[in-house]
């Protein structure tokens, strides 16, 4: 593997012009990557990471080292439909059809959606203008199946109507530092959830035994989707008061809120740009 370093950076060499942009969007499965940030361990071999895994593939078919900025990091186990990412390549490859060179090197479990030359200050992480994420919930406790096991969370039955009473509390422009989990520095904790909609909708059909949560919002924080989903979950089950989410909210204390729902049930969707 090239090691990696940031060409993106260098953009503008001296008496030249920019170099191609590349915008990459991407879908995976989650389950065997610790994450998709690169993770650089000193006493052990590097874990397997989405963005290690397609830097290598970038550097391979481009001919040099190149970073991958991605729109933003999944955390270990969770999937994506609709991440993106940018790369700088060089001027003599910017012709190539990215989407199938790539797609030759990478694993199978990682694939290339969709390759294009992007605008010269497109940025994959501080371009995004809304981001979407679903969530899976297995409703049966006595089996989940064998294949919807790294998909989904088996979280048992739930009362849909305290669920859904618990939604609207969340919705609009708030402070989320109830739900945001330690580990990232960010200078406000303040977003906007656009959306949060239960697919199926209304009552669910008798044989029903799996709903998804789906999230839209202009930024989340670190496992802030997760979180928001183990607490409608906890309403659902009867263990907290939808009614009680405003005072969760203005508490700005994650301490008081229900557990991290598990991460194989996430998965990123879609991402927005001021162009889409």
Not at 3 to 19: A, E, F, I, M, Q
Not at 79 to 102: N, T
Request: glycine residues 6%; contains cysteine; aromatic residues 8%.
């Amino acid at each position: 593997m090239f090691p990696t370093r940031d060409v993106s950076r260098r953009r503008l060499l001296k008496g030249k012009s920019p170099v191609p942009r590349l915008k990459l969007t991407l879908a995976y499965v989650g389950t065997h990557y610790r994450g998709w940030q690169i993770q650089a361990w000193k006493d052990r071999p590097h874990p397997p990471t989405v963005q290690a895994e397609l830097e290598k593939a970038v550097s391979y078919v481009a001919g040099v080292p190149t970073h991958v900025q991605g729109a933003g990091r999944t955390d270990s186990g969770v999937h994506a439909d609709g991440q993106v990412a940018h790369c700088d390549v060089p001027e003599a490859k910017a012709g190539l059809d990215w989407q199938r060179a790539l797609n030759t090197r990478l694993p199978r479990d990682i694939r290339v959606m969709d390759a294009r030359l992007a605008a010269d200050d497109f940025d994959a992480c501080f371009s995004v203008v809304r981001k979407a994420y679903t969530y899976r919930l297995w409703l049966d406790m006595r089996c989940t199946p064998p294949r919807l096991h790294p998909f989904v969370w088996t979280c048992g039955p739930l009362d849909l109507a305290r669920l859904d009473a618990a939604i609207p509390h969340l919705l609009g422009t708030h402070d989320f530092r109830s739900l945001q989990n330690a580990g990232t520095d960010i200078k406000t904790t303040v977003r906007t959830v656009y959306a949060i909609e239960r697919t199926p909708a209304g009552d669910l059909p008798p044989e029903c035994r799996e709903l998804s949560l789906r999230f839209e919002s202009n930024g989340f924080l670190k496992q802030m989707v997760r979180n928001m989903t183990g607490l409608l979950v906890a309403c659902g089950r009867g263990k907290f008061d939808p009614e009680a989410v405003p005072a969760l909210l203005e508490a700005r204390d994650r301490r008081l809120a229900p557990v991290t729902a598990p991460p194989q049930g996430l998965t990123l969707s879609r991402i927005w740009y001021g162009d889409d």
